[in-house]
């Protein structure tokens, strides 16, 4: 295990568990490229808002329970550490790819409930492509925080 200090505790990754998640959730992964990939087509813009609202809100559900077993098997806080016995990473990266979890279910919730509105109160050609380009963006974001978390399990099985 590797772990980092914090105030009162310390919070300890499991890089082995945190791994297994990852690669337990094909299908979050495969909702994620289809999303990708339907922000890059040239479909109907009914059918792609249709299809956008879909995919969100499954790609919402696959993130909510992918983030709660990672936070429940990947990531635990520990008091009591003996911290001369430990092995540290970079301080605060731990904390930081924990705590961008949070930030990232809140985004992946507000573009999903956009699109449900964008759906129900008509469709607005400029406001779906504003919406496309949101969801780019939070693909970005969360992308650099998969990488994060595939730096920590690396690192941490370095130090191992």
Same mark, same amino acid.
């Given at each position: ?16 568990? +945190? !791994? ?6 094909? $299908? @979050? ?5 289809? %999303?990708?990939?339907? @922000?890059? @087509? ?12 879909? +995919?969100?809100? &499954?790609?919402?559900?696959? %993130?909510?329970?992918?983030? &709660?077993?990672? =936070? ?15 092995? %540290? %990473?970079?301080?605060g #990266? ?5 705590d961008?979890?949070?930030? #990232?279910?809140? =985004?992946?919730?507000?573009?999903? $409930?956009?699109?449900?509105? #964008?759906?129900?109160?008509? +469709? ?5 492509e ?5 969801? @780019?963006?939070?693909? &970005?974001?969360?992308?650099?925080? $998969?990488?994060? =978390?595939?730096?920590?399990? =690396? !690192? ?5």
């Amino acid at each position: 295990m590797s772990i980092v200090e914090t105030m009162n505790e310390t919070l300890v990754i499991n890089p082995a568990f +945190l !791994q297994e998640i990852k690669d337990s959730n094909p $299908e @979050c992964w495969d909702t994620q490229h289809r %999303l990708r990939q339907l @922000c890059h @087509c040239d479909s109907d813009p009914a059918d792609r808002l249709n299809r956008l609202v879909k +995919l969100l809100g &499954a790609f919402r559900d696959h %993130l909510a329970l992918q983030f &709660a077993l990672e =936070e429940s098997y990947g990531y635990q806080k520990v008091r009591g550490i003996n911290t001369t016995a430990k092995v %540290l %990473l970079n301080p605060g #990266l731990i904390d930081k790819a924990h705590d961008q979890h949070c930030t #990232l279910y809140l =985004e992946i919730t507000a573009l999903s $409930e956009a699109a449900n509105e #964008l759906q129900y109160r008509g +469709l607005e050609t400029g406001q779906l492509e504003k919406l496309i380009q949101q969801v @780019c963006d939070f693909d &970005a974001k969360l992308i650099q925080h $998969e990488t994060l =978390e595939s730096d920590l399990i =690396e !690192q941490s099985f370095e130090l191992s």
